[in-house]
């Protein structure tokens, strides 16, 4: 694999947890803002938390969620980490993505129907972003064995194709 493309490891790392800190912050923040919007409260004040919630969304934990898993899957290909504790990380990725849009979906129909929809109960998506945290740590710092689970033979290896950015020896 080419020198520069191996030294850019640590940037995507850094850029990988970076990102995955305002997401999963945003993912605990969020339930919580959306626990305030309360249709009985002032006008501008209901507009206030309404805004507020829709930006952090859009602008801050969704772009924050998108480059912290196209970071990680850079750091996938360029460590070439074929291991089973990666594909049970990424089981607890996808569920940190269910939880993300659901957030997404009860903000969408709080703006869409004032004073009909009431948010979800902001410990249970709270709860479940906490739990996939925790286990994405635990996975990603401890790197258990997790040989004793059936996984197939091509998940673990790689298929012998070449990636576009590997130069062809001479």
């Given at each position: ?135 994405i740590l635990v996975l990603v710092l401890g790197k258990p064995d997790l040989g004793w689970i059936g996984f197939p033979d091509w998940m673990l290896r790689p ?12």
């Open positions: 694999m080419v020198e520069w493309l191996l030294a850019t490891v640590p940037i995507f790392k850094a850029v990988h947890i970076v990102c995955l800190s305002i997401w999963c912050g945003g993912l605990i923040a969020l339930p919580m803002m959306l626990a305030r919007h309360d249709p009985a409260i002032a006008q501008d004040d209901y507009h206030l938390i309404r805004r507020a919630t829709h930006l952090t969304y859009t602008m801050l934990v969704t772009p924050a969620a998108v480059i912290a898993v196209i970071a990680g899957t850079w750091l996938i290909f360029l460590r070439q980490a074929f291991v089973p504790w990666l594909f049970a990380k990424l089981v607890f990725v996808a569920l940190l993505l269910v939880l993300h849009a659901w957030v997404g979906h009860s903000i969408v129909r709080i703006a869409e129907e004032p004073g009909k929809h009431r948010p979800p109960n902001p410990y249970l998506p709270l709860a479940g972003v906490l739990a996939c945290a925790c286990a298929r012998g194709g070449q990636l576009p950015f590997e130069v062809p020896r001479r």
